[in-house]
Each structure stands twice: as structure tokens, then as C-alpha cells.
């Protein structure tokens, strides 16, 4: 039995054996790595992007997995280090920073680049509101528990009656 390989790179193809046991390649791509090339789909030989590009590419995944796992943790109530998330994911902002100064550095920006950046910032504003939704509700948790002390340390005599003034 002799494998087969493709040209899309070291990672895409890996032998698969299938049921009339020729062994095929399979890609083990990311998602966006399929929507790169169902881009590029009509284009005979496909170019491989800048090595940049594809640097920049791997900091954009790996920040979208970190924000994807906390956005599913705070949705679902899970429990979750959020000094070790947050630190994760400042060192991935400070690395798409970087990676993206040295790919595009003032440059034009390729529209599948603009694409996935714009995808990024929707993960990132939805992660913004679950986290301000859970700092919400500890504050209101807070104000409720200080106003509870307060009303149990005093006797009413400084108390206003009809509300605040």
C-alpha cells in the first residue's frame, strides 16, 4: 500500500485509509483555511500567501479559539480562571499587533485579510458584553450586599423617610 500526498504543504495531507483500502489524503484545515481556498478555488495554481500573511493568520486562530472557549465558559456559567484568560488573551493581542505591523505594515490590506479581522472584532465585541454582563451582576450582587449591612448597622434614626433628596 503506498500513500499518497497532495502539494497543499506538510500539514494538509495526511493518508486516510479508506474502505476499499486505497489510502487518500485529507486536509486538516482550519475553517478559514477552506474558505482560503474555495477562494482561490478557480485559480489553476494555487499561490501560497506571504509568509507573513500566514503568520498573521496563525495569531488571528489562535486568539479566536482563546475567545470562542471563554465566550462558551461565560455563556454556560462555567467556572474559569479569568486572570489566566485575561492574560492569554492581552499576550494575543499584543501578538496580532505585532504580526499584523509586520505583514501589512501600513500597506494594503488583501480583502480575505480585512475579512477575518472583521470576524475577529465580532468575537471580540461578543466577548466585551458577556464580560460586562457578568461585571454587571456583580456590581448589583455588590450594591445589594452593602445596602443590606448598612440597613443592619443602623437604627433608623438618620434614615430618610420618603426616599433620597
Known amino acids: 500500500m503506498q500513500e499518497q500526498t497532495s502539494d497543499l504543504g506538510q500539514d494538509a495531507a495526511l493518508p486516510v485509509v479508506s474502505e476499499s483500502n486505497a489510502v487518500q489524503p485529507t486536509l486538516q484545515a482550519s475553517e478559514h483555511q477552506d474558505q482560503d481556498l474555495a ?33 462558551e465558559k461565560l455563556l454556560h456559567n462555567e467556572d474559569f480562571d479569568l486572570d489566566h484568560s485575561s492574560f492569554l488573551k492581552g499576550k494575543a493581542l499584543l501578538d496580532l499587533e505585532r504580526a499584523e505591523k509586520i505583514a501589512i505594515g501600513g500597506g494594503a490590506v488583501p480583502a480575505h485579510t480585512q475579512k477575518r479581522m472583521a470576524e475577529l472584532r465580532e468575537l471580540i465585541d461578543l466577548n466585551m458584553r458577556l464580560l460586562a454582563t457578568q461585571l454587571n451582576a456583580v456590581k448589583d450582587i455588590t450594591e445589594k450586599l452593602s445596602q443590606t449591612m448598612r440597613d443592619l448597622d443602623s437604627d433608623g434614626t438618620y434614615a430618610a423617610p420618603y426616599g433620597h433628596w
Do not use: G, Q
Request: charged share 35%.
Open 39 to 71: 477562494l482561490l478555488s478557480d485559480v489553476h495554481e494555487l499561490p501560497e500567501p506571504p509568509e507573513e500573511l500566514l503568520a498573521l493568520y496563525a495569531v488571528i486562530d489562535r486568539l479566536e479559539t482563546l475567545l470562542e472557549e471563554e465566550n
